[in-house]
């Protein structure tokens, strides 16, 4: 049976996913890096049936972060200054309505 030149045999799964055996992968294993690199392909590599690993195309360099310092600025929501002492009259536990009678706790 001839095949179309540019084809593979490989079943295609759902998501533009290929399965190939780890046999074959192991015999055509550069080629198969060229065509995920070139057409964006994905394959999965079985072994007795079984899926056990993924060659996939890697992201654009956009879609990666460039550094680690910077990558989480916008994130953090400020509350005003929790550095400074807080004056006795701005704990609410301290302010008592009578002084003069001890308070039960229940």
């Known amino acids: 049976m001839a095949r179309k030149r540019g084809t593979t045999p490989y079943a295609k799964k759902g998501g533009g996913r290929r399965e190939i055996p780890a046999g074959e992968f192991k015999a055509k294993c550069l080629a198969l ?3 995920v690199r070139e057409r964006r392909e994905e394959y999965v590599i079985t072994k007795h049936g079984k899926a056990v690993a993924k060659l996939v195309p890697v992201s654009e360099e956009n879609d990666a972060p460039k550094s680690a310092f910077g990558c989480m600025k916008g994130t ?3 509350h005003g200054d929790i550095i400074s002492p807080v004056a006795e009259e701005d704990w ?10 001890p308070r039960e706790h229940d």
Do not use: I, T
């Not at 301290?94 to 009678?101: A, G, P």
């Open 76 to 78: 953090v929501l400020w």
């Open 92 to 101: 609410e536990v301290l302010q008592d309505d009578d002084e003069s009678e």
């Open 33 to 35: 890096m060229d065509r």
